[in-house]
C-alpha cells in the first residue's frame, strides 16, 4: 500500500535534517552552488536554502519510489498541452529536460499514459546494487516502456540512441549537466561560465528529430506541473519552415492525471 501521508511528511523533514548534520559535501556542495545564484547573500539565509533543496530532493525522491514501487496515482496539471500531445505523436524525437522537479516520475507517467516507448539517458550510478534497483524498478513501473540508457565513455551510446530514433522512440536527456568525457559547449549562468552537453542537438542535428523541452515540477502532495515547450531545432530555422517559432501565445493549461489513460 502507499505510504501514509504522516509518515511520508517525517520522512521528507528527517531526510534533510540528517543530510545537514552528517552528510557534509552535499551540504557545502548545495550552499557553493546558491552563493553562486545568490551573491551577497547572507550565510545563514542560504542554509535555510540548503535545507529546503534538501527537503524538496526528499518528498520528489519519495514520490517516485511510490509509484515505482504501487503505481501511486498523482494528479498532474499540464501547461501547453499541445505541445506534449506533439511529443507524443512524434515518429522519433528527443525529450530535453533538466535536474528540476520529478523527471523520472514525469517520464514513467508520460509512457504509461500514451502508451510510448522511452530511451532515457543516466549518468552512471556508483553502486551496482542502485543502477540495478533503478532499472528493474523502471521497468516493473512502466512495464518496459522506461529503459535506461547510462552515459559512458566510447561510441556504443550515440549509436544506441540513433537507433532508437530511427525507430521511432522518444530519447529522454538531461540538459544541464555535462559530465567528464561526454561531448560540451561553454555558456554564463548567473555570471559564472559553465558548461553544458551538447549532445541532445548533436542528435537533432545527425536524425533530423524535434527537441521538445519539458519540465516536471512538483505543486504539493501527489501534484505535480507538466511544461511541455514548443520544439526546436539545433539548426537554421529557414532550413526547416515548418518548425513552430519560438514566439507565440501563452501555453493553456489543462488539468489531468496522466497516471488514468
Known amino acids: 500500500p502507499a505510504l501514509p501521508a504522516y509518515r511520508a511528511v517525517v520522512l521528507w523533514y528527517s531526510w534533510p535534517i540528517s543530510c545537514c548534520c552528517f552528510a557534509a559535501p552535499a551540504r557545502r556542495g548545495t550552499l557553493r552552488i546558491l552563493e553562486g545564484v545568490f551573491p551577497g547573500s547572507h550565510r545563514l539565509t542560504n542554509c535555510g536554502r540548503a535545507w529546503l533543496t534538501l527537503f524538496q530532493f526528499a518528498w520528489t525522491s519519495s514520490d517516485a519510489a511510490e509509484h515505482k514501487l504501487v503505481k501511486t496515482e498523482f494528479r498532474y496539471t499540464v501547461e501547453g498541452a ?34 510510448r516507448e522511452i530511451r532515457m539517458v543516466r549518468a552512471p550510478e556508483a553502486d551496482a546494487q542502485t543502477a540495478r534497483h533503478v532499472d528493474e524498478s523502471l521497468a516493473r513501473a512502466t512495464a518496459g516502456a522506461v529503459k535506461v540508457a547510462y552515459n559512458t565513455a566510447g561510441m556504443a551510446l550515440p549509436f544506441e540512441l540513433l537507433n532508437a530514433l530511427r525507430a521511432g522512440e522518444i530519447v529522454s536527456i538531461l540538459g544541464d549537466r555535462a559530465i567528464a568525457g561526454s561531448s560540451q559547449r561553454e555558456t554564463r549562468l548567473f555570471g559564472a561560465v559553465v558548461r553544458l552537453p551538447d549532445g541532445p542537438f548533436i542528435l537533432a542535428l545527425a536524425q533530423k528529430a524535434r527537441v521538445y523541452p519539458v519540465l516536471t515540477l512538483r505543486e504539493g502532495f501527489h501534484h505535480d506541473t507538466n511544461v511541455p515547450g514548443q520544439p526546436f531545432y539545433d539548426r537554421p530555422a529557414d532550413t526547416h519552415p515548418q518548425t513552430p517559432a519560438l514566439e507565440g501565445p501563452p501555453p493553456r493549461a489543462t488539468h489531468t492525471s496522466l497516471a488514468t489513460p
Open 82 to 115: 499541445e505541445n506534449l500531445d506533439a511529443l507524443a505523436a512524434a515518429k522519433g524525437a528527443i525529450l530535453l529536460t533538466a535536474h528540476m522537479g520529478n523527471y523520472d516520475l514525469g517520464a514513467a507517467l508520460f509512457a504509461d499514459r500514451y502508451a
